[in-house]
């Protein structure tokens, strides 16, 4: 976080930025803005053309994944969310392209990066820990105090497995499933 006041927007600005960059392909053209309105705000996105597809997942499950967290972080913070991806400045029809691992990423820091992003949409405390299965494939252990009811927590559980599926790609090419306990 910035210097400046951690008002529930920048708190879902700095997650999408920490949990989108390990699998675009041009994270720093990423623009994250807030509309924020009397009762609710809105987080909107806009990707670099080539980053659109990956930004919204095939299907949207990447949307829907992004808007299930940024809500949690709305209602964790006393603030009603909502995240929107804007469409691509190109005519040009956004593909869903294969991931290609990111050299700049070691996978190594999955742990260290799902610990950040768990404990910003979680309630405390958040234990994280990775295991290696095998070198296609990790599995994320997260265990929180209590997160809410079932359906909420497997909303949850459901939106971080599909970040960090992409997040893993990104990373390197590996597996990453993630279970959530309570």
Known sequence: MGTGKATA??????FIRLVT???????????????ALRT?????????????????GQGATM???????VREIGFRTGRRLKFTVLNPTSSVRPTVTPF???LDWDGSRIEALARRACSVVLPPPVVVRCEDINPDMSVLRVHSSEPGPPHVVDGIERALGTVFFSV???LGGANVLLELTV
């Open 168 to 170: 893993g790609k990104g």
């Open 40 to 56: 609710e705000s809105t987080i909107t996105a806009r990707a670099h053309d080539e980053d659109y597809g990956r930004l919204i």
């Open 9 to 14: 927007e920048n708190v879902a600005i700095e």
């Open 100 to 102: 290609e691992p990111r």
């Open 21 to 35: 960059e390990p699998f675009l392909n041009h994270p720093e053209d990423l623009d994250l803005s807030a509309l």
């Open 63 to 69: 949307l829907k994944a992004i808007s299930v967290l």
